[in-house]
């Protein structure tokens, strides 16, 4: 973009207020979407989106440079030093154009693109329709109607096109109400309980000190009609009295009580955008103090009010709950009805509905208490240059206000605190159209559901993240009754200290316990493929003849003792239905242990109807030696690496209190999401489903029959790691992706070379390298004798078959047997062993002047050896390991080698 004038800056000082005396030191980069810091000598990288920033600080001026303070919408602060004062000048305008774009079309969602193996782009906007959520509560009935007046949005513009309104209403009633309230807000149905009490919305009236409206005053006495249970109802003003007698000056105001009949008037008191918007700065700035004290922190977030204004909602919310629960209607509204109105509406719903407590339910309820009816994201969020005073965090005070709930009724929630951070971050990146728009019709008038797509969508593929493990769906199935005493309401550090890892429990429960179902579930496979590999060879060893017929093996595993049971069946006949399947290939998706009908699983997103439940392995037959036999079954880590003080990825990606840690079923290690590359059916495993892998052990099944998915997998990761900044797509996995747009990487023609072998003719391969200085000649020379040399030798001994490295070329050789052979002649590799001094002597030829990349390498090596021992017995996949680790290792050199065919 030509915005960006300097998109590298060298010699920045990153600033941790935890370790002021020893910043890090490193390169600045600017891409169209990301700010990255990149610390080359501890391999850490800081990426911020750019649509995160809330504000950009110039500081005064230091003998060390020029400081810059860069704050994010996700409660993060980064202090940068640079170099030069015109730099940071530079660097403080493009920061301030980027992260608050002019027109609302240069938004982060009209410019992505997604992978072709994410879900296509009309993923998520079918899966939530207001017509659908009001029939669940039976509406409409005999007391509520579909009103098509606002079709076009001439009654209300902010408000949906399909509203519900008391069955008796006229067009002349529904017409007079929308005039007398603000910006036409006419009162209209949110909520139906089983027991016919109604939460309506809408805006203040335009009362001022005497008018009135008799159609308004109607539109109410007919919302207290449509409840025959009850002969009043309540109008909750959400607002301070004060405040809403201030309004009364501008024409505005509140309900005058001798004009409403059978009417119950109720102030609340919760303040307004501005009173929220700086509690929240004074919150923000006591988390940032350098080291604060227990009465300083204490008094900062006594003197915020965040948590009095939480409770205040929470205390509101749960008062209308409680008329509902009673039988009695709420019309609630505050100024304009698309703030607290929003927040209080839907959290009495949530205590009021288990449907709301589920992922799909949540979901739901934002789409129609916020997207639906109005609510300001585009301006609340600030996703464009717009006035500041329109910001407020409304809608983080509601995830606050859940968590709360989720906090205190785990069990309750299918969510975990995961799913609302997620929402959080979002509804902020801009990165999905979901969040962006004012209103419905703003979304309509944009064509964010051609053009962009959906969060939901992307949420869908991901279930597996969001999943309370705590979860029961019995233990609240009516009113979920909260504790609202002053000691019960809690600060969320999860949310705004969660880039402090000090502070986070190291093995949070959300984690841990389905990282422990996961590996019984992996246990249990094994167990059966135990069971089965016994029974095979017990037949062998008495004379019998294996069945072929298709009848399967059950194994139960009770109490230690393995009992097994056949069982007839038919393959025909086992059919699942593929609107659990959407991974590419065919693979189960994280969909099919959702106990709930969520709207991903509908036919329009999936592939033919049926296919057949795969009952055992596709390969059964009997192993042709003991060290096969060993192989198979160590394809499966029996113990797997508590999570507990896992704080980076084998990739140096530093695992936090957000990040989720995922287990390899092949080595049992914690890895991050971008290092969990592939899926496959392991062999170890009497199970259909494709377990996760890092990147360490899917390449050692990639070879294994029809497991074309994988390698598909595989081969799209690898590309991504190539696409650079530009290319990315996902925030949280954004943190975790290598810069390599920077390494110029010199790429030969493969395809020329595999015409001139069509030919007959005998081509040497290209063993070339990038930038050779003069001192290295003669190590190159000997490197490249010792590769041709090994070319030669795996050929003549090594006689299996060779992969494709595109589809029109093949290798010559296995990649892998070729590094051993290098690594033999250079005694690195010596029976099975590993000799790490051979090791360093043979790359210090090479990178003896890199002092830094040495040391790094010497310091990290036994990581990389710990990583390849277990291959021992097998020393092309040995020698393979160690070579993809070291290279990890040496991920800046200058001279990487490029071999070509």
């Not at 800056?9 to 910043?23: C, F, H, I, M, S």
């Not at 980069?29 to 110039?58: C, G």
Request: proline share 5%; aromatic share 8%; charged share 25%.
């Amino acid at each position: 973009m030509d915005i960006i004038k300097t998109p590298k800056l060298e010699n920045v000082q990153l600033l941790d207020k935890y370790n002021l005396r020893n910043p890090s030191k490193g390169t600045l980069y600017f891409a169209t979407t990301h700010l990255i810091f990149v610390d080359h000598e501890m391999r850490k990288e800081t990426w911020i989106l750019l649509m995160h920033i809330s504000s950009v600080e110039r500081l005064p001026i230091t003998t060390t440079g020029s400081p810059l303070l860069v704050r994010t919408k996700t409660f993060q602060s980064v202090f940068f030093v640079i170099p030069r004062e015109r730099d940071c000048h530079e660097m403080h305008q493009t920061l301030l154009r980027l992260s608050q774009p002019v027109h609302i079309d240069e938004l982060y969602c009209f410019h992505y693109k997604s992978t072709p193996d994410d879900l296509p782009k009309s993923a998520g906007w079918n899966f939530f329709d207001i017509q659908t959520e009001f029939q669940r509560m039976n509406v409409p009935n005999e007391q509520w109607v579909l009103c098509t007046a606002n079709k076009d949005y001439e009654l209300c513009d902010t408000y949906p096109s399909e509203i519900y309104v008391p069955a008796r209403a006229s067009t002349a009633v529904l017409l007079g109400s929308a005039s007398f309230r603000s910006r036409g807000r006419l009162p209209a149905l949110a909520y139906l309980h089983h027991n016919k009490a109604a939460i309506a919305r809408c805006s203040q009236p335009l009362s001022g000190f005497s008018a009135r409206c008799m159609e308004d005053e109607q539109m109410l006495d007919l919302i207290r009609r449509a409840n025959p249970n009850c002969g009043y109802m309540y109008v909750v003003d959400t607002r301070p009295r004060i405040n809403a007698m201030v309004n009364r000056a501008a024409g505005k105001g509140y309900e005058n009580e001798a004009f409403y009949e059978n009417i119950k008037f109720q102030f609340m008191g919760i303040g307004n955008i501005h009173v929220m918007r700086k509690s929240l700065q004074k919150l923000v700035e006591t988390c940032e103090q350098n080291s604060p004290t227990m009465s300083s922190f204490f008094n900062g977030l006594e003197s915020s009010g965040w948590l009095k204004h939480i409770k205040s909602i929470l205390d509101t919310s749960w008062w209308i709950a409680c008329a509902i629960e009673s039988g009695v209607s709420v019309c609630v509204h505050c100024s304009d009805g698309w703030d607290r109105t929003a927040q209080v509406c839907s959290l009495a719903a949530l205590c009021l509905e288990p449907h709301y407590r589920t992922i799909n339910g949540y979901q739901a309820l934002i789409e129609k208490d916020w997207l639906s009816f109005g609510h300001k994201f585009t301006a609340r969020c600030g996703h464009i240059a717009c006035d500041g005073r329109e910001r407020s965090p409304v809608f983080t005070q509601l995830l606050d206000c859940t968590w709360q709930l989720l906090r205190q009724r785990p069990e309750a929630f299918q969510f975990n605190e995961r799913f609302l951070l997620t929402l959080h971050d979002h509804a902020h990146a801009c990165q999905y159209g979901t969040f962006v728009g004012n209103c419905q019709k703003d979304r309509r008038d944009l064509r964010l559901s051609e053009r962009t797509f959906s969060l939901w969508g992307y949420m869908a593929n991901h279930l597996h993240e969001y999943k309370n493990p705590l979860y029961n769906p019995k233990a609240h199935p009516d009113v979920l009754k909260p504790d609202l005493s002053a000691q019960s309401i809690r600060f969320w550090r999860g949310m705004y200290c969660r880039h402090e890892n000090g502070v986070h429990p190291r093995e949070p429960l959300g984690d841990l316990l389905p990282a422990a179902l996961e590996h019984c579930s992996a246990l249990d496979h094994h167990i059966n493929y135990l069971a089965r590999r016994i029974s095979t060879f017990k037949n062998l060893l008495s004379g019998r003849k294996a069945e072929k017929s298709k009848d399967t093996t059950v194994v139960n595993y009770q109490n230690g003792n393995v009992n097994t049971v056949d069982i007839e069946t038919k393959t025909d006949a086992l059919q699942i239905d593929n609107k659990l399947l959407y991974e590419s290939g065919g693979t189960l998706s994280e969909l099919e242990c959702a106990n709930h009908d969520h709207p991903l699983k509908d036919a329009s997103l999936t592939k033919p109807s049926k296919i057949p439940l795969i009952t055992e392995r596709a390969d059964d037959s009997i192993p042709a030696s003991l060290a096969q036999l060993d192989s198979e079954v160590n394809t499966v880590a029996l113990d797997w690496k508590s999570i507990k003080n896992v704080t980076e990825c084998s990739c140096s990606t530093p695992l936090d209190h957000y990040s989720r840690k995922h287990h390899c079923w092949g080595c049992g290690r914690c890895v991050c999401t971008r290092c969990v590359c592939a899926r496959a059916p392991l062999p170890a495993l009497a199970s259909p489903r494709h377990a996760p892998l890092c990147a360490a052990c899917s390449p050692q099944h990639l070879d294994s029959p029809g497991d074309t998915t994988m390698k598909n997998e595989q081969d799209t990761f690898d590309k991504s790691r190539m696409m650079g900044v530009d290319a990315i797509h996902d925030p949280k996995i954004d943190k975790d992706t290598i810069i390599t747009r920077n390494l110029k990487l010199e790429k030969k023609s493969r395809v020329k070379n595999a015409h001139h072998r069509k030919q007959g003719e005998e081509k040497d391969p290209d063993w070339s390298y990038n930038a050779i200085p003069q001192e290295l000649s003669s190590h190159v020379t000997d490197f490249k004798r010792n590769m041709s040399e090994c070319l030669k030798e795996v050929q003549a001994k090594d006689k299996r078959t060779v992969k494709r490295i595109s589809p029109k070329v093949e290798s010559p050789v296995h990649g892998e047997c070729l590094i051993a052979c290098v690594l033999k002649r250079n005694g690195v590799i010596e029976k099975g062993k590993i000799h790490k001094g051979n090791l360093i002597s043979l790359v210090s030829k090479f990178y003896a002047k890199d002092t830094k990349m040495m040391k790094k390498l010497e310091k990290n090596l036994d990581r990389c050896i710990e990583m390849s021992v277990r291959y021992q017995e097998d020393e092309c996949k040995l020698a393979s390991l160690l070579n993809d680790c070291t290279n990890d290792l040496m991920a800046s050199n200058k001279h990487k080698v490029v071999v070509n065919y």
